[in-house]
């Protein structure tokens, strides 16, 4: 694509424990995400999907490479990169009871993020507007997180991830804790909303048939390497890694054709 990538790694690589007992999470991985593109990252848990996760976000550091949002590096230690980064990019994780807290009421954990990155306005008035956004009913504001259910749950995440305007969402394994009955649910809201609010996306998953549901391009993850990445229709009609190929066979298959979600 011509342009500059929104969100960007370049040859990326961390190592956890020690020289002798070393596990290589990721191992020089580049990925890059253009401006209104849907990125799926896909494998098999203990494949570096989560750690990739929380270096674009700056949760945690890689030990090689570099770290761009919007050809600026979030490694350089300026504060004012950091900040861009935050209102910038938000992620949405797997478990929604475990990243809201339990002490804060809805509305309180959905201006959480304004308030930390001091953005000016009425947080009041935004938070409805977010809960509406995502679908919760007038009055949530005031609940605590164990009254919810978990799909509930998760729509609080996903408006608290959209609560400072940011340009790109990252889903973490995002549906993959909630029941089977609402999770198309939940991917068609994450869906709707990027489209509507003009977002970029890299939804995170071990699921290639919810990695085909929303997403236009894929990068595969095995043992911490991109082993394959391109058009997701192009992926799932001639894989070329063997890994690939693996990861579309345990696709359902109903009638000859793939389960859609």
């Known amino acids: 694509m011509a342009g500059e990538p929104l969100l960007e790694t370049v040859a990326v690589s961390r190592?956890?424990?020690?020289?002798?007992?070393?596990?290589?999470?990721?191992?020089?991985?580049?990925?890059?995400?253009?401006?209104?593109?849907?990125?799926?990252?896909?494998?098999?848990?203990?494949?570096?999907?989560?750690?990739?996760?929380?270096?674009?976000?700056?949760?945690?550091?890689?030990?090689?490479?570099?770290v761009r949002f919007q050809g600026r590096s979030v490694l350089s230690g300026r504060r004012q990169d950091l900040v861009s980064l935050r209102k910038g990019v938000q992620i949405i994780f797997q478990d929604p009871f475990g990243s809201l807290d339990p002490r804060l009421r809805v509305g309180q954990s959905v201006a959480e993020p304004l308030r930390a990155l001091r953005v000016p306005g009425d947080h009041s008035r935004r938070v409805q507007q977010l809960l509406e956004a995502v679908g919760l009913p007038t009055g949530s504001e005031r609940l605590y997180p164990h009254q919810l259910s978990g799909g509930q749950r998760q729509r609080v995440a996903i408006a608290r991830a959209l609560a400072p305007e940011p340009t790109a969402l990252i889903a973490d394994e995002a549906v993959s804790a909630l029941d089977v009955s609402v999770r198309a649910q939940v991917l068609n809201l994450i869906a709707d909303l990027v489209d509507r609010l003009g977002l970029s996306l890299i939804f995170i998953s071990h699921d290639m048939a919810v990695i085909r549901h929303v997403c236009t391009r894929v990068l595969v993850l095995y043992r911490g390497e991109v082993v394959e990445e391109g058009p997701v229709d192009q992926i799932f009609e001639a894989p070329q890694h063997p890994y690939t190929a693996a990861l579309i066979r345990s696709v359902p298959v109903l009638g000859g054709r793939i389960q859609d979600i």
Do not use: F, M
């Open 15 to 66: 190592t956890y424990g020690s020289r002798s007992r070393a596990v290589h999470a990721l191992s020089r991985v580049s990925l890059r995400l253009w401006e209104g593109e849907r990125l799926g990252v896909v494998g098999e848990s203990g494949s570096g999907k989560s750690t990739l996760a929380r270096i674009l976000v700056a949760l945690e550091r890689p030990d090689q490479g570099e």
